[in-house]
C-alpha cells in the first residue's frame, strides 16, 4: 500500500508541477504581449509627437517667412532704386564724355604724325 501511495503522491506532485508550468507559461505570455502592446503605444506616441513637432516648426518658419517677406521686398526696392541711381550716373557720364571721346579717337585715326615708335627708338640707340 504504501508504493500505491507513494506513486499516487508522485502522480499528484507532477500534476501539480505542470499545472505550474502551465500557468508560468500564460504569465510570460501574458508578459510579452503586455511589452508589445507597450511597444506599439509608445510607438504611436512618439509619432504623435514628432507631427505636433513638425507642425509647430512648420508653423514657427511660415510665421519667420511672413515676417522677414517685407524685408525682402523692402531690399528689392532698395536695389532697384540704387541700380537706377548707378544707371542715371552713368548715362550722364557717357553723355557728358561721347564727344570728347569720339574726338579723340578720330584725332588718332585721321591726324597721324610720321615718326617711329617708342620701342623702335630705344633698339636704335
Same mark, same amino acid.
Given at each position: 500500500?504504501? @508504493?500505491?501511495?507513494?506513486?499516487?503522491?508522485?502522480?499528484?506532485?507532477?500534476?501539480? +508541477?505542470?499545472?505550474?508550468?502551465?500557468?508560468?507559461?500564460? %504569465? !510570460?505570455?501574458?508578459?510579452?504581449?503586455?511589452?508589445?502592446?507597450?511597444? =506599439?503605444?509608445?510607438?504611436?506616441?512618439?509619432? =504623435?509627437?514628432?507631427?505636433?513637432?513638425? &507642425?509647430?516648426?512648420?508653423?514657427?518658419? &511660415?510665421?519667420?517667412?511672413?515676417? @522677414?517677406?517685407?524685408?525682402?521686398? %523692402? $531690399?528689392?526696392?532698395? !536695389?532697384?532704386?540704387?541700380?537706377?541711381? =548707378?544707371?542715371?550716373?552713368?548715362?550722364?557720364?557717357?553723355?557728358?564724355?561721347?564727344?570728347?571721346?569720339?574726338?579723340? +579717337?578720330?584725332?588718332? %585715326?585721321? +591726324?597721324?604724325?610720321?615718326? +617711329?615708335?617708342?620701342?623702335? &627708338?630705344? $633698339?636704335?640707340?
Amino acid at each position: 500500500m504504501s @508504493h500505491a501511495l507513494k506513486s499516487a503522491q508522485q502522480s499528484q506532485s507532477i500534476q501539480t +508541477l505542470l499545472e505550474a508550468e502551465k500557468d508560468a507559461s500564460k %504569465v !510570460v505570455q501574458q508578459a510579452r504581449q503586455y511589452r508589445v502592446q507597450k511597444l =506599439k503605444d509608445a510607438r504611436a506616441e512618439a509619432s =504623435k509627437e514628432i507631427e505636433a513637432y513638425k &507642425k509647430a516648426k512648420e508653423d514657427d518658419f &511660415k510665421a519667420f517667412e511672413a515676417s @522677414h517677406a517685407g524685408t525682402t521686398s %523692402v $531690399a528689392q526696392s532698395n !536695389v532697384d532704386r540704387e541700380t537706377d541711381d =548707378k544707371l542715371g550716373s552713368i548715362s550722364q557720364s557717357y553723355d557728358g564724355n561721347k564727344d570728347a571721346v569720339v574726338k579723340k +579717337l578720330l584725332d588718332r %585715326v585721321v +591726324l597721324i604724325q610720321n615718326e +617711329l615708335h617708342r620701342n623702335l &627708338k630705344k $633698339a636704335e640707340a
